[in-house]
């Protein structure tokens, strides 16, 4: 697994164009966090031809959108692209930038593509919409899209259908200005511009409604037709450009609309209907679409299916976990809890358990689902003894936060146990620490002891990565588990350098730099050193520095010291993380 | 429409669509010219149009993407892209005629195309949108994978046409000017040509006699 199959795609259909193409872009991406990477012309012109290059690759397997090929080329296309600047005007900027993002869709990139429009929304916010009426039509779509596009919440999806109307208003007062300065002759192929612009208008507000509320059902035939009748009158227009724009627009309103929580999970149950309009209609962090894991391990991996007693879901940490689990959970509800079923989430430390409680209390809290925590250590809080007496049978919890170790003793004393309160689902974060030897034994028995004693379990173990799933699942379920992997192993939910530092020089006098290293887990990589820092006649020694990791650590950090981004240096205990803090607190205060 | 799309569908739009479709293409003359200068690049120049399509980006203002021929020409037994403008013009005022040197001329898109790389890109794309349609042993096929070879191994190595399609008496002005203009800045590496074609046949005439018209 690593970014050089993502982008090998790319170099291994034209390797006689493209060759170190893989090496290239990664060294563009580290260029863009390091100001020591620099691009030369050449290089930058190699990119050029990257894109173009992949772009026509992708367009010779437009047919086969769903494999693995055609994703990886798009992801590729977008990461070459976002890193070059963009072409000029409003209609070729528009072209480029709606091509980016339905490519970034196609290629799994969603969660980038939004990064990539935040970081870039002063210069579309900027974009003129005064020009003719076909540009005005046009600029004021691709807005819309945006909007779409990012959906931070509602608001943003309204404001889109909101541009559209826009339009509909405007059309009388700019449709006969921009007929009449037509050249005679060529009143028709303006005419027809108008048109297809009218239904992609349209095709863009029916994408806005079925966000909101996932109607209307049959959404796709519906932009395949308007879609359809833009593409038509692109080509009556003689306008190749916007005949591609609408192409590129189809397949990523299409793409988009099956991301959605109404697609994946329409129909399930009526617990997660509930669920669905709650995340998606609150005022802050709406949800409507989901990430390329969560979608995977729903369809693909049907999480959901109740034949699978154990399930194994191996996904990169932040690929939005907890909402699979919330899923999972609702599901298992749904089956079980007017028999009194309820679910256990237990999780490796108490700081863990506090937080998901916030989290889940959040989510589910407002549907009617009761949240509830135990994570004291070994001993038993008020509320925890009344857990165990009567096996908890009087409890009305839903779902139980807690650690390994304390369900295991919760369990051993019955909890979960019982006809009238059976645990139903148990849902363990961090699963990988089953391979670790302290931690290991303790979640091995606490597996152990919900198979043996919890007659109704289901599991569904949640890791980055568990070297013998298959044997997990298969002890826990027989024939009844699935492993969940993701077939695209170069995903990540975001982008990253592993690097070692060196230290180079001596006495007063030295330079640090980073050399990335080679992982399994698709981050970037280029052969040379990145030189971070010089220091000459330093007030400290490089011998102090390299005195301890944490120090050199501490060194480099410093460097990078900002208070507009986040920063982390571990170190060994309390103690040197005030030393630590307290360097970093007088350098603040001296810049 | 205003049904399906919430816009209006005013008169004036929908006469104006209504007048395009009744258009034949049998009635519109600049096809014509188009048409001769690709019989003559095909029989005289080995060139090759593959998608027979009218391209003509004759949007409003005529500035979008877009070019009057798309194809390739073989040069030293090497496919080349070729992009290409057609104009027809009976005007003999002006040696060369405006059509050749006006500001949306042949002289200006010939030069558009040189200095636009995102246009030829875009042109590219087209190309590639189109023949990927066709089966891989497919002569579109095989002349578009060894265009894009020529093109991006070679500094974008590809060919430019001009053609001035004339129904007078042949002037070598009508096209010296621009190409001696336009060869000190893109002749070299790139490649181009201009060419102007005398028909001894007013244009007035050519539909009729095409269609099969006695006058």
């Known amino acids: 697994m690593s970014v050089q199959s993502k982008y090998g795609h790319l170099e291994q259909a034209y390797p006689d164009m493209l060759q170190g193409i ?10 863009t966090r390091f100001e020591a990477v620099q691009l030369t012309q050449d290089e930058l012109q190699q990119l050029e031809t990257a894109k173009e290059l992949c772009e026509v690759a992708i367009l010779q397997l437009w047919d086969n959108q769903d494999s693995e090929i055609f994703k990886a080329l798009c992801a590729t296309y977008f990461d070459i692209t976002s890193l070059l600047p963009h072409g000029e005007g409003n209609d070729l900027y528009i072209y480029e930038q709606i091509k980016l993002i339905a490519l970034g869709y196609l290629g799994e990139h969603w969660h980038f593509v939004r990064q990539y429009l935040k970081a870039h929304s002063a210069k579309i916010e900027a974009l003129v919409a005064n020009g003719d009426w076909n540009t005005r039509m046009l600029t004021l779509c691709f807005k819309a899209v945006v909007y779409l596009v990012q959906k931070r919440s509602w608001a943003d999806i309204d404001n889109a259908v909101s541009l559209i ?7 009388q007062a700019f449709e006969k200005d921009f007929l009449d300065q037509v050249n005679e002759g060529n009143r028709g192929f303006g005419a027809s511009e108008l048109v297809s612009l009218y239904h992609f208008a349209k095709s863009i507000e029916l994408l806005g409604q079925y966000l909101m509320e996932g109607r209307p059902n049959d959404i796709e035939s519906q932009l395949h037709y308007h879609v359809g009748i833009s593409r038509e009158f692109a080509q009556k227009a003689a306008n190749i450009t916007l005949g591609l724009l609408y192409q590129f627009f189809e397949a990523f309103a299409v793409k988009m609309v099956r991301n959605t929580i109404w697609y994946t999970t329409r129909g399930v149950n009526n617990w997660i209907t509930k669920f669905n309009q709650f995340i998606a209609h609150r005022d802050e962090k709406g949800v409507f679409e989901l990430m390329y894991p969560q979608k995977e391990s729903i369809l693909d991996g049907q999480l959901l299916n109740p034949a699978h007693r154990a399930i194994v879901l191996n996904l990169p940490t932040s690929s939005g976990k907890t909402m699979i689990a919330e899923y999972r959970i609702l599901q298992a509800l749904n089956q079980f809890k007017e028999q009194g079923g309820w679910v256990a989430y237990v999780v490796p430390t108490k700081a863990l358990a506090n937080q998901l409680y916030i989290q889940l209390n959040k989510d589910l809290g407002f549907i009617g689902i009761r949240v509830e925590k135990a994570s004291g250590a070994i001993e038993l809080d008020g509320f925890e003894q009344y857990l165990v007496e009567d096996s908890g049978n009087q409890t009305d919890f839903d779902v139980l936060i807690t650690t390994y170790e304390k369900m295991n003793l919760l369990v051993r004393q019955g909890l979960g146990t019982t006809a009238e309160r059976p645990l139903v689902l148990a849902v363990v974060d961090e699963a990988h620490n ?36 298959a044997e997990v699942v298969d002890w826990l379920a027989g024939d009844r588990g699935n492993v969940i992997n993701l077939d695209l192993d170069w995903w990540q939910p975001n982008e990253r350098v592993v690097g070692a530092i060196e230290v180079s020089g001596t006495g007063r006098n030295y330079d640090l730099a980073l050399k990335t290293l080679h992982t399994d887990k698709a981050t970037y990589e280029i052969g040379e050193s990145i030189p971070l820092a010089s220091f000459s006649n330093s007030a400290v020694a490089k011998r102090e520095i390299t005195a301890a990791k944490w120090k050199i650590a501490s060194c480099v950090a410093s460097e990078f010291l900002s208070l507009d981004s986040p920063l982390i240096v571990l170190a060994r205990h309390p103690a040197e993380t005030y030393i630590i803090a307290e360097q ?3 350098r603040l205060e001296m810049t | 429409m205003q049904a399906e799309t919430g816009f209006v569908a005013n008169d004036e739009l929908m006469a104006d669509i209504q007048a395009m479709e009744n258009e034949e293409v049998s009635t519109q003359q600049f096809r014509v010219g188009e048409a001769y200068a690709e019989v003559m690049l095909e029989a005289e120049f080995m060139c090759r149009f593959h998608w027979n399509e009218n391209r003509d ?21 090497q496919v080349l892209f070729l992009f290409g403008e057609v104009k027809t013009s009976s005007e003999t005022a002006n040696r060369p005629p405006q059509v050749m040197t006006s500001a949306d001329g042949i002289e200006k898109q010939l030069r558009d195309l040189y200095n636009n790389k995102q246009k030829r890109a875009i042109l590219i794309q087209y190309l590639s949108n189109k023949a990927r349609l066709f089966p891989a042993e497919h002569p579109f096929r095989q002349d578009f994978d060894a265009g894009l070879r020529s093109y991006y191994t070679q500094g974008q190595h590809y060919h430019l046409v001009g053609v001035l399609v004339r129904d007078v008496p042949p002037d070598e002005r009508d096209i010296s000017v621009s190409y001696h203009r336009l060869k000190e800045q893109i002749l070299e590496p790139k490649g181009i040509k ?6 001894p046949i007013r244009k007035e005439e050519w539909l009729p006699i095409i269609n099969g018209i006695e006058r």
Request: with cysteine.
């Open chain 1, 584 to 586: 970093y607190t007088s």
């Open chain 2, 57 to 77: 980006a004759r949007n409003p203002k005529g500035n979008k993407t877009g070019a009057d021929l798309v194809g390739f020409i073989e040069v030293d037994n």
């Open chain 1, 434 to 469: 089953i391979e670790e030897k302290q931690r290991g034994l303790t979640l091995e028995l606490l597996l152990s002891t919900i198979r043996n004693d919890c007659e109704e379990a289901n599991f569904l173990l949640m890791t980055p990565d568990i070297s013998n799933s």
């Open chain 1, 165 to 171: 109307n826009q339009l509909r208003e405007e059309q």
């Open chain 1, 22 to 31: 893989a090496a290239l872009i990664q060294k563009a991406k580290l260029a």
């Open chain 2, 194 to 199: 201009l060419l102007a074609l005398y028909l």
